[in-house]
Structure formats: structure tokens, C-alpha cells
């Protein structure tokens, strides 16, 4: 079955600091990934996608992040944290095998970034 | 170029009425996906339309209906509602083509009530 772990539920970090939210996926064959995001009472947010080649992306608000294959990892990171990243992210999958447009979404990881 | 717009955004229904929920997707959008948000259960894929046909549905149980119009804009229904259908409805638009990397535009959402 294809699936999306984000193993932390939060995530605190002090402004300025560096900031890292983890993914893994269990997911067959070819796929894309993704990183959302969602502020409060709002919709998701595209944040940034991995297709082929580099492994690390680069996206909106200074965010990136690093595919790594073997350890099926998607970690979305900043290198200096402002107050308002924080929000609700979301990584997501889309296996292409199926040729369905659906995403698989992990659980959600609540950032909170420190004054 | 306007996002995607959702109908209501926020609504209180009571438990045995239904519901219908309205889309609109980006102009040249043709793809368009609703997913269901809930603080429990996370983001789950209801169902997807393309060209006014389901193309993919999710698990849910036979209540939760949709269809799109030949404008792309698309409707969902949810019907003898249940206090668990409580939740924010999210619409996604994306323009299916060769090139298509799946990326998704959601709207900022229905929020719905079932007392």
C-alpha cells in the first residue's frame, strides 16, 4: 500500500535557526514528490516538487528539500527560520504507475518557529 | 489568473440533511480533485473529474458523490449527512497534460458543520 509517514506531530525551532521536517514514503515504482503547506482556516499552498533529476529542490520562501532514494526520504529544510513559516506542512506522493492525479498525504507536521 | 474558488466556505448542516459543495478551477484547468480534511483521519482523496468524468475515487462510502460540468467547474454532494462528515472539503484544479508533473492548486476550502 503507498503511504506518507511524517513521524513528528510538531516541530519548534527558534527564529533564525535552521529548520528540517521529516518525510518518508513507502510507494511503488516512479513517483513525484511534494511539499504543501497550510496557514490557518486556509487551503494548501504549493510549496516545492521533486520530478527527476537533482535530488535537492529548491522552492518558494527560501524552503528546500532532499530526495533521497535509498533512505525514501523527502525532508523539506530552511536554513533560517522566520516566524512566519510557521503553519502546517504537508508532504505528499503521486505514484505514477496508476496514472491517477490523487496525491498521498502524510499526517501533517505543525511548525512553530520561536521569537 | 484567479485561484480556485469554493462555495460555501463555511456551513452548519444537521444530521440527515445533505450538502452540496461548489468548485471552480483555474481557467484552463480541466483536472479537478476534492479531498476531505479532518483533524483524525488527515487529508484522504474523495474522488477526481476530468472532462465532466470520475476518473479516480477514493474510500468512501456511496454518500459522498461528485460531478463536473463542461466548464470544468465541479460540485460534490454529500448526502443523509453524519456527524462525522464533519471536516474542511478541499478542491484541487491542475491541468493534465503530456508534461503534467501533478502539481495541484487547491482552493481555500469548505468548511462543514453537522450538528
Known amino acids: 500500500a503507498q503511504s506518507v509517514a511524517q513521524p513528528e506531530d510538531q516541530v519548534n525551532v527558534a527564529e533564525g535557526n535552521p529548520l528540517t521536517v521529516k518525510c518518508t514514503y513507502s510507494?511503488?515504482?516512479?513517483?513525484?514528490l511534494f511539499w504543501y503547506v497550510q496557514y490557518p482556516n486556509r487551503g494548501l499552498q504549493f510549496l516545492l516538487k521533486?520530478?527527476?533529476?537533482?535530488?535537492l529542490v529548491k522552492g518558494s520562501y527560501g524552503f528546500e528539500a532532499e530526495f533521497n532514494k535509498s533512505q525514501t526520504s523527502f525532508h523539506l529544510k530552511k536554513p533560517s527560520a522566520l516566524v512566519s513559516d510557521s503553519a502546517l506542512y504537508f508532504c505528499?506522493?503521486?505514484?505514477?504507475?496508476?496514472?491517477?492525479?490523487?496525491?498521498?498525504f502524510g499526517t501533517g507536521t505543525r511548525l512553530t518557529v520561536i521569537p | 489568473k484567479a485561484g480556485v474558488t469554493q462555495t460555501p466556505r463555511y456551513l452548519i448542516k444537521t444530521r440527515g440533511q445533505q450538502v452540496t459543495l461548489s468548485c471552480s478551477p483555474i481557467?484552463?484547468?480541466?483536472?479537478v480533485s476534492w479531498y476531505q480534511q479532518t483533524p483524525g483521519q488527515g487529508l484522504q482523496f474523495l474522488f477526481e473529474y476530468f472532462s465532466e468524468t470520475q476518473r479516480n475515487k477514493g474510500n468512501f462510502p456511496g454518500r459522498f458523490s461528485g460531478r463536473q460540468f463542461s466548464n470544468s467547474r465541479s460540485e460534490m454532494n454529500v448526502s443523509t449527512l453524519e456527524l462525522g462528515d464533519s471536516a474542511l472539503y478541499l478542491c484541487a484544479s491542475s491541468f493534465l497534460a503530456e508534461t503534467n508533473t501533478g502539481e495541484l492548486f487547491f482552493g481555500e476550502g469548505s468548511r462543514l458543520t453537522v450538528l
Open positions: 521533486y520530478i527527476t533529476g537533482d535530488n
Open positions: 481557467s484552463g484547468h480541466r483536472s
Open positions: 505528499a506522493v503521486r505514484p505514477l504507475q496508476t496514472g491517477a492525479n490523487n496525491l498521498f
Open positions: 510507494v511503488s515504482g516512479n513517483l513525484y
